[in-house]
């Protein structure tokens, strides 16, 4: 069993920035793919950005040049830097992992973005 907990969710004016944090119970090393995930009120869950095992990135493309997503292996902890945000972003973002054939979930960080 894995399990995810993110953080760093909150209320921010158009244009500022978030960092989300997820916490892993597994070593990041475990993991094929670890990624976010966001579902807004009325629409369907989609991915915001993702990394492999391998340091691959993947971004939506509502996001490119606004998000990062990184890891830091020792602490067993996935990032997502937002920056630039816009009203469009407001949803509750989920922390995934691919593990074994197996996707894990987090329960998900509101962020609000205020235009």
């Known amino acids: 069993q894995v399990q995810l907990v993110e953080s760093g969710g909150g209320l921010v004016q158009a244009g500022g920035s978030l960092r989300l944090s997820c916490a892993a119970s597994i070593s990041i090393f475990s993991i094929a793919r670890m990624g976010w995930y966001r579902q807004a009120p009325g629409k369907q869950r989609e991915l915001v950005a993702r990394?492999?095992?391998?340091?691959?990135?993947n971004y939506a493309e509502s996001v490119k040049g606004r998000f990062t997503i990184s890891v830091d292996n020792a602490k067993n902890m996935v990032y997502l830097q937002m920056n630039s945000l816009k009203a469009e972003d407001t949803a509750v973002y989920s922390c995934y992992a691919y593990v074994l054939a197996r996707d894990y979930w987090g329960k998900g960080t509101q962020v609000t973005v205020s235009s």
């Open positions: 990394i492999t095992s391998s340091s691959t990135t």
